[in-house]
């Protein structure tokens, strides 16, 4: 069965500081992952998608997440952080690719905090 | 690109009440439709999804039920709320093509408070 789990359940960095948020993967068929980010209230909005062609995927708001199969990992990263990325960000992977109706299991969030 | 819409936006109910939350899609057809729940300082919750008009199928036992009446259409409901069913509650659709990612797209949320 397909999981994933991040890393910190709260991260803090400074406005224009890098931002690296954790996100490691299990999965016994090669994984579609996702990065969705939640502003408070709001629903999700879908980040980046990685669907096995190029490991490394750009995102919108100058995110971008690399996929590493031999660390199983799916680190969400962004150079130079704003104060707009104040959000929750989840990672998921679904757990059936091929099926009529897949299900994302999503990570329990990353809450980013941005200092000025 | 398709757009999810959900209301009420914001809902207070009194404990033992009913309960109807609704979810449309616009721009695609036969989507796959989801219900998540996400309780406070938590993660998201899969409730419900439907591959299709009438076909639900459920992810946890509870007190709420799902149904879709229509292609694009889908509605949770209750028919006696509990403090427990607090949450915010997300409506997704997805198009999966054979082959493809079924990528999920969510709705702006339905805050639910029962007191």
């Known amino acids: 069965a397909q999981s994933v789990t991040q890393l910190g359940s709260h991260v803090s960095v400074s406005e224009g500081a890098l931002v690296l948020l954790r996100c490691n993967y299990s999965?016994?068929?090669?994984?579609?992952l996702f990065w969705y980010v939640q502003y408070p209230n709001q629903g999700l909005q879908l980040l980046l998608k990685?669907?096995?062609?190029?490991?490394l995927v750009k995102g919108i708001n100058g995110f971008e997440a690399e996929f590493k199969k031999s660390e199983t990992s799916f680190h969400l990263t962004k150079p130079s952080a704003h104060m707009s990325d104040a959000a929750e960000y989840f990672c998921a992977v679904i757990s059936t690719g091929y099926s009529s109706a897949s299900k994302i299991i999503f990570g329990s969030g990353t809450r980013l905090s941005i200092r000025p | 690109s398709q757009t999810i819409h959900q209301w009420p936006a914001t809902l207070v109910q009194p404990v033992g009440s009913p309960l109807s939350l609704e979810c449309t899609v616009e721009g695609t057809s036969n989507p796959n439709l989801y219900w998540y729940r996400q309780a406070a300082g938590r993660g998201l919750q899969l409730l419900f999804y439907?591959?299709?008009?009438?076909?639900i199928s459920s992810e946890v036992p509870q007190n709420l039920s799902a149904s879709r009446p229509q292609d694009r259409q889908f509605i949770l409901s209750s028919k006696k709320l509990l403090l427990s069913d607090s949450g915010f509650y997300l409506c997704?659709?997805?198009?999966?093509?054979?082959?493809?990612?079924?990528?999920?797209?969510f709705g702006p949320g339905t805050r639910l408070t029962v007191l």
């Open positions: 439907s591959v299709g008009i009438g076909q």
């Open positions: 997704a659709a997805s198009s999966f093509r054979t082959g493809g990612t079924d990528t999920q797209y």
């Open positions: 999965s016994s068929v090669p994984p579609y």
């Open positions: 990685y669907t096995s062609a190029a490991t």
